[in-house]
């Protein structure tokens, strides 16, 4: 009789030796040898995630042009000659800076939770993604809780400019928001760039 082809033990064969490298694969996945890939926990389309990405530097961006403008008219505010454009400058500080400022930080807040949750590096599993979201939520609060309830005695300070000499006390203290808030944004910048420190909690043999 006719020998029988061997392609067929072969291909077995080759099956058969393939499955052991198979096996190891999806145990090094699966975490026995190398960890799994971060997996996003929100699913983004591609087109998605951009404009959300696009969105979150926008805001930042806005937020920060928000403080150089405050910082500026809380300069000329206090150190200004004329009068009136020292009262203009606060009363503008009062009537239209808070609310722009505020949800510029939220717009920022939400559109990077959106993209922590969306994409490997997920809420609080690095550092640098961590520490920014402490400093959006604290500069969020700041402003709901310290420069908000403020303004209407800025405001009254500017309009009292033009009629005497009113006591400084109500604008004292307005050089330290800017000033705190755009040193928090320069150091959140800089941690989106650099990204340092790695994972908040290093796995464990156990969890490998």
């Known amino acids: 009789m006719a020998a029988r082809p061997q392609r067929t033990t072969e291909g077995t064969q080759g099956t058969i030796e393939g499955t052991p490298r198979t096996i190891e694969g999806a145990r090094r996945t699966a975490g026995t040898g190398r960890p799994a890939p971060a997996v996003a926990r929100v699913k983004l389309s591609r087109r998605v995630r951009r404009a959300v990405l696009v969105l979150h530097m926008v805001s930042a961006g806005a937020w920060i042009g928000i403080d150089v403008l405050v910082a500026l008219m809380v300069l000329t505010g206090w150190f200004a000659d004329d009068v009136d454009l ?22 920022c807040l939400v559109s990077g939770v959106l993209l922590s949750l969306g994409t490997k590096w997920g809420l609080v599993r690095y550092w640098w993604v961590a520490v920014k979201l402490v400093l959006n939520v604290a500069l969020c609060t700041v402003i709901i809780l310290v420069l908000q309830p403020g303004m209407d005695a ?7 400019l033009l009629t005497g000499n009113p006591s400084r006390d109500p604008v004292a203290k307005l050089f330290f928001p800017p000033a705190v808030s755009l040193t928090a944004l320069t150091f959140a910048t800089w941690l989106s760039v650099f990204k340092p420190w790695g994972r908040l909690r290093r796995r464990t043999p156990d969890q490998r």
């Open 86 to 107: 020292r009262s203009l400058a606060y009363r503008a500080l009062a009537a239209f800076v808070v609310w722009p400022m505020l949800i510029s930080g939220l717009v």
């Open 154 to 160: 800025v405001g009254t300070y500017g309009q009292q």
